[in-house]
Structures are given as structure tokens and as C-alpha cells.
């Protein structure tokens, strides 16, 4: 039987062209002092004089298909002589001689006019931006729809640094804040390229600090409180959720703090002496090291017993190392063994948590490698105990065990 030659097709001479567009070269070679691609070589795997005399139809077949081609694509031509059927001409290269060539071939002429036209305007404003363009080119063409409103921005912020204003008080004509919203990380790499380094807040970093980066406000990030004695009522209120510098700010006469992350487990933590709790999905890890009070007070965090839970506790221990868990332990979870459940596989840690206590980290080990194993019980794979299914006896029993270990007030 004759096997199917593997010479090269037009189909494949027009996806090599294919190949330079989507990785961008083509487009690249439009920019200011780019090296050009062109003329161009294309790869071309041809017959051989063995070939010829054994497959000498489908040698024939091969070439009538590239004189075919588009007259974009020149080929030059070799001479095979052969012992039984002499000489004969076959296809040796195939070129395509320049990138207008190759884009009109491809049908994408009109698509690299817009990007001559966008990089024009781009490079005139921000000559800074012709390394990004070389890199995310085909990116820039994606959002050329849109790229008179990413100027406008870039413009906008160059003239009004450290602005002061919330993201909705921009006034930038023919700009929405939403378009500003929703495009953060395309808009924070170039100013990144187009603003002065002391118009950068260095500390903040990502699309959700794209504000404080680059000198707006941003919305005051707001903790729930819920005061546990009721003689510490504030005008009669003992649930109340506040900006984090109103709450920084406020006097209290608490001798302990509690946190947790279920809003369920909040509402019905009983009432304790001299106690507040904190809570609200969000801001227990990064916001309760901006509250220079809580690293006066014992500060107990009850999350869910699961390798999650207690990499969310080392974390909290980053902003305030004297943080105690709460109804973590082993004891907790064996008294509850027909509430188990299981750990999603995308949620789990396996990183190394250094902030833990001896007992804390054998217990997130044995979690975490499923070599936790209860009496009489086979190991459980991924084992998760939630904390809203901690029955609220065995709460109310553990709370009835501690002991503050530091006292004062908040001021």
C-alpha cells in the first residue's frame, strides 16, 4: 500500500503564517525600529529523487497545487535529475516577500491598519509604551475598540496625581468608571510605565489595590462588631459595623476579643463579661493589624478544624502573633465525630504554617497528610469539621474555661 507523502500543503504554508500572527511577530514588525521577518522563508519539506520515481503522480499532484498558490507566495524552483525519467523541475523554497504579503494572505489587513493607527496614537502620547506594544501587541489590537478611552485614562491620571477622589468622581470625558472598573489590570501595567515613581504607592500591588495605588480613595474597608456585655452598649447598641479607623479609634473597657468568619456563629456567640467579637467575610486577616488595639487583648480565633482554617490562623498570626485558637483542637473534633465532613481538594493547604502551637501543628499535619485516625475509626480522607456545626454546649463549656491573659483597655 502507498503511504500518504508528508510533503508540505498550502494549508500548511498559510499556518506557519498563522503561527507568526498569533504569537504576535507580525504585528511587531510594524512598530518603530522593529527587525524585520521579511523577506520571509517558509518552511517546505519536499519530495526527493526516490520519491519522484516511486511516487512520481503524486509528485505532480504536489507541485500543481503550489503553482496554485496565491501569487504572494514566490517559489523558486531545483532541478532533480532522475536515471529513469531525467530531469525535472520541483518546488525547492517558498517565500513570502513582505508582511503586507503575509497579512493579506492571511485576511488580516485591515485589523493590522488599526493597530498602525492605535500604536501611532499610543507612541505619540506614551513613547514609553513600546516595549509593552512589543510585547502584548496582538492584546492591544483585542481592546482597540476601547484604546481611546485607555489613552484618556493614562492622560487623565498623568494630570491629577494623588487625586484624593473615589474612583466614581472621575470625570474623564467620554470614559465611564466602570470601563476603569472593569479594565484595573491592563490600566494598572501602563501606569506603571507612564507615572513617575513618587505618583506610585509602592505598597499596594493588583487590581483590587488599583485605587490606593495610584492615589484614589477607595471604600473604607468596614468590621462588624458585636458587643457580648451588655453594660458596654454603645448608646443602647450592641451590633454595629464601622469603618476600620472609626473602629481603630474607639473606647472600649474589653478585656477579651473574639473572632470568627461565620456570620451564624456571630449572631448566637453567647454573651461574655467584659467582650466584643469581630466578624465578617473579608477582613479578619488583612484589617485586624490596622487595629493597633487588638494586640492589647487576648484575641481568640474560632475557624473551622481543616487545613484552610488553620492556615487562616498562621496567617492572622502574621498581624498579631498573640492570637489563640478557639475550638481547633483534637478534642473539639473527636466529641463531634458524626458531624464530619470533607475538605474540597481545591481548598486545601499543604503549605508548611511555622505560626502554629506544637498541638496546632500536629493537628493540621495529621489533617493535612490524612493520617488523622479516631479510635476505633478508619482515616478519613481530607477531613473538614465546620465550625457552625460545633454544638453550642460544648461552646458554651469552653468559653466557661478561659483565662485572659492580658488585660486593659482599649483607647
Known amino acids: 500500500m502507498m503511504t500518504q507523502p508528508n510533503w508540505t500543503t498550502p494549508s500548511e504554508l498559510r499556518a506557519q503564517l498563522q503561527r507568526l500572527w498569533d504569537k504576535g511577530e507580525l504585528l511587531r514588525t510594524r512598530l518603530p525600529n522593529a527587525t524585520s521577518l521579511f523577506p520571509l522563508q517558509l518552511r517546505l519539506k519536499k519530495p526527493n529523487s526516490q520519491d519522484l520515481g516511486q511516487h512520481f503522480e503524486q509528485v505532480r499532484y504536489w507541485i500543481n497545487q503550489l503553482q496554485q498558490l496565491d501569487k504572494r507566495y514566490r517559489l523558486t524552483w531545483k532541478e532533480i535529475n532522475h536515471r529513469q525519467l ?145 453594660k458596654l452598649a454603645i448608646a443602647g447598641l450592641t451590633d454595629l459595623e464601622l469603618p476600620v479607623e472609626q473602629l481603630a479609634s474607639l473606647y472600649l473597657p474589653v478585656k477579651q476579643v473574639f473572632v470568627t468568619e461565620n456570620e451564624i456563629n456571630a449572631l448566637a456567640f ?78 486545601r493547604c499543604t503549605s508548611a504554617l511555622p505560626l502554629l502551637s506544637d498541638k496546632e501543628q500536629k493537628l493540621y499535619q495529621a489533617l493535612r497528610d490524612n493520617t488523622f485516625c479516631p479510635p476505633n475509626k478508619e482515616t478519613v480522607t481530607n477531613l473538614r469539621f465546620e465550625q457552625e456545626h460545633v454544638r453550642f454546649g460544648w461552646l458554651q463549656q469552653q468559653l466557661s474555661k478561659l483565662e485572659p491573659t492580658i488585660t486593659g483597655s482599649v483607647v
Open 86 to 230: 531525467g530531469r525535472n523541475q520541483i518546488p525547492d523554497n517558498v517565500w513570502v516577500e513582505q508582511v503586507d504579503d503575509a497579512l493579506a494572505l492571511l485576511g488580516l489587513r485591515g485589523a493590522a491598519q488599526q493597530f498602525d493607527k492605535l500604536q501611532e496614537d499610543t507612541l505619540s502620547a506614551f513613547p514609553e509604551l513600546l516595549p509593552w506594544l512589543e510585547k502584548y501587541s496582538l492584546l492591544a489590537l483585542e481592546k482597540a475598540g476601547n484604546w481611546h478611552k485607555v489613552l484618556a485614562v493614562l492622560q487623565w491620571f498623568c494630570h491629577h496625581p494623588h487625586s484624593g477622589l473615589y474612583l466614581r468622581q472621575l470625570d474623564i470625558a467620554g470614559v465611564d468608571t466602570k470601563f476603569i472598573e472593569q479594565h484595573r489590570g491592563l490600566l494598572g501595567q501602563l501606569l506603571d510605565m507612564v507615572l513617575p515613581a513618587e505618583h506610585i504607592d509602592e505598597q499596594w500591588r493588583g487590581a483590587n489595590a488599583f485605587s490606593k495605588r495610584y492615589g484614589l480613595l477607595d471604600k473604607p474597608l468596614r468590621v462588624r462588631l458585636r458587643i457580648l456585655d451588655s
Open 270 to 347: 453567647p454573651e461574655q463579661a467584659d467582650s466584643i467579637l469581630l466578624f465578617g467575610q473579608g477582613y479578619a486577616l488583612d484589617v485586624l493589624g490596622q487595629i493597633p488595639w487588638l494586640s492589647r487583648q487576648p484575641l481568640y480565633y474560632w475557624g473551622d478544624i481543616d487545613t484552610h482554617g488553620f492556615a487562616i490562623l498562621n496567617r492572622l498570626r502574621n498581624h498579631l502573633p498573640h492570637t489563640q485558637s478557639l475550638l481547633m483542637d483534637a478534642t473539639t473534633l473527636l466529641h463531634h465525630q458524626d458531624m464530619w465532613g470533607q475538605e474540597p481538594a481545591d481548598k
